[in-house]
């Protein structure tokens, strides 16, 4: 206690010109005390007009006082200086270069406490008090201290904006609706700015709502990805159990169906984990979108907020859960089921009398596949919606229907940038990730279309083989013209004879391996079948010609 009335002591003996303890204190005929080099500058100044006065009382002097050093005061200041007040006393809150500084303060500064939003002032907490005592200032509105007060005048006529104009969508003054937003659409700043904050509330709570759906949605994709590794190990174990009961004789078939199991299940992992890291971004981009808002929501200054909120930018497209399907865990069950079927028939050869059974008696089986359909009923029942991803199409194609028809146009599209685009290749993938069994059909108009499958691997910018369909090793694709029809992976052509059809369905069994491509017409005729093992779920594609068109039949 005894310190703190010696800080408060401490302020007495500072300067009131440069507000910092004295440093060779005089003292003048007044009876004010000042450092010698702060009032002879003073008095430099004052020279010019032939009159020295008292800083603090104004008192005149007719002639200018001989300064002589104010021995007793320099003792005191000097015990001051010992006792350590002179650190207390830097303390007195100066601004500095980052802090608003008081604008009444004369010679140095001190940091602002409060702004006024009708005077147009920043003040320190002495000369703040005035509006606290004083009954005329009571209506005046005080914020956090602003170096931006002076936004909140119009520069036309230099009064205050307090109001806003919702035709041109700015702040201004009470005279501005006089002439240049006479017959405007404007209202009080404070009226537009309680809409607007209503607005931002609907806002947030919308965000809200999708953020917890979001967040529910990430469990659920969670528990999938558990229940495929569940169920993948179950299976492994299984097929370990029964393959071992054939001892020796199949165990290179076991490690085989072990291996396209794991396959399946980095497949569906990789698939659901990439939806699970796209839902954890929005999250992310949701609550740093909720916080701005809620710093927006805080603001006191109704200009300010005005104007930052003209400045949000729009909140980007939602990702729909209804567009992430949980795929159901047959795959694991259909491997169960063809093993314990190959078992069957082993067993049943192995109990016959027969004594020179080998391995070339063993079904030929290596990956348990369904047989494949025969009929077009029977291939839609796998029929799968496809729809184009906006990101990927080239700027030269023109995405319709709900972005399953594309068209090649001479004129290029505003499309804005996106790493996913094909930059020079005339191509686009679906947005869906292509697994399990699916069946679909594309309808073209022209000379041609390159009808594709690819990983979401291919590469996107350039004009290299590594981005064309089937130029490469991670796309298939059957090249479709009036005339004839060409299959191409890899860099590779082979020709392909069948019957010329402007419909060509395309069936897919992602776990067999197995890509077939049909002419389809009042008969389904095989075109080309593809036998290979598919490491990545997979995306639909197209490449156009000139002026062609192409679009993914709705078959439901």
């Known amino acids: 206690m005894a310190q703190q009335e010696n800080l408060m002591d401490g302020k007495q003996f500072c300067c009131s010109i440069c507000l910092d303890i004295l440093k060779v204190p005089v003292t003048i005929p007044c009876g004010h005390s000042y450092c010698m080099s702060c009032i002879n500058a003073h008095w430099n100044n004052e020279d010019k007009k032939g009159i020295y006065t008292c800083p603090q009382c104004r008192q005149i002097f007719t002639s200018r006082p001989v300064l002589m050093k104010n021995t007793m005061l320099a003792y ?40 006024c939003l009708v005077c147009l002032v920043s003040y320190c907490e002495k000369h703040l008090q005035p509006h606290y005592d004083a009954a005329p200032f009571e209506k005046h509105k005080l914020v956090e201290p602003s170096e931006k007060l002076q936004d909140n005048i119009c520069c036309r006529h230099d009064e205050v904006m307090k109001m806003f104009c919702r035709t041109d969508q700015q702040c201004i ?39 917890q759906d979001r967040e529910k949605d990430v469990k659920v994709f969670q528990q999938e990805v558990e229940a495929v590794n569940g169920s993948a190990d179950k299976a492994v174990e299984d097929s370990e159990r029964i393959f071992t009961e054939l001892i020796r004789l199949v165990e290179k078939r076991s490690s085989d169906v072990q291996r396209q199991i794991r396959s399946q299940q980095e497949t569906e992992v990789s698939r659901v984990k990439e939806l699970q890291e796209r839902l954890e971004q929005e999250i992310t981009e949701l609550k740093r979108r909720d916080a701005e808002l809620r710093q927006l929501i805080c603001t006191e200054d109704h200009n300010q907020f005005l104007q930052n909120y003209l400045l949000l930018s729009p909140l980007s497209g939602s990702t729909h859960s209804s567009s992430m ?52 009923a029977e291939f839609l029942k796998y029929s799968q919606e496809i729809t184009l991803d906006p990101n ?72 290299s083989c590594e981005c064309g369909f089937g130029l490469n090793d991670k796309s298939w694709t059957l ?52 036998q290979t093992t598919f490491t990545q779920p997979l995306s639909a594609g197209l490449w156009l010609y000139y002026g062609d068109t192409a679009e993914f039949s709705s078959l439901k």
């Open 76 to 115: 005191l200041v000097q015990d001051l200086k010992k006792t350590g007040l002179q650190a207390a006393s830097a303390d007195c809150c100066y601004a500095g270069a980052e802090d608003v500084a008081c604008d009444v303060c004369t010679g140095r500064k001190l940091k602002a406490l409060k702004s």
């Open 173 to 211: 003054c009470y005279l501005c609706p006089v002439d240049e937003h006479k017959g405007h659409d404007t209202v009080s700043a404070a009226a537009e700015r309680t809409e607007r904050q209503r607005e931002l509330e609907l806002s947030r709570e919308t965000i809200q709502e999708t953020l």
């Open 325 to 376: 399907s949980i795929r159901p865990l047959r795959y694991f069950a259909d491997v169960m089921s063809a093993v314990s079927k190959v078992r069957d028939q082993l067993l049943d050869i192995l109990s016959e009398t027969r004594t020179n059974v080998s391995l070339t008696a063993t079904p030929t089986v290596v990956v348990p596949s369904q047989q494949e359909p025969k009929t077009r």
């Open 392 to 463: 990927t199409a080239n700027t030269r194609l023109l995405l319709t229907e709900g972005n399953r028809k594309a068209t090649f146009m001479n004129k290029k599209q505003c499309y804005s940038w996106h790493p996913d685009r094909f930059t020079i290749w005339c191509q686009v993938l679906s947005r869906e990730a292509l697994t399990g069994r699916c069946y679909w059909e594309v309808e073209w108009r022209g000379r041609g279309v390159y009808v594709a499958v690819a990983y979401k691997s291919i590469s996107r910018a350039g004009n």
């Open 479 to 530: 090249d479709c013209d009036r005339y004839s029809y060409n299959f191409y992976h890899n860099n590779i052509k082979t020709p392909v004879s069948g019957p010329q059809c402007s419909r060509v369905g395309v069936y897919l069994d992602h776990g067999a391996g197995v890509l077939s491509f049909y002419s389809v017409s009042a008969t389904m005729t095989l075109l080309h079948r593809v």
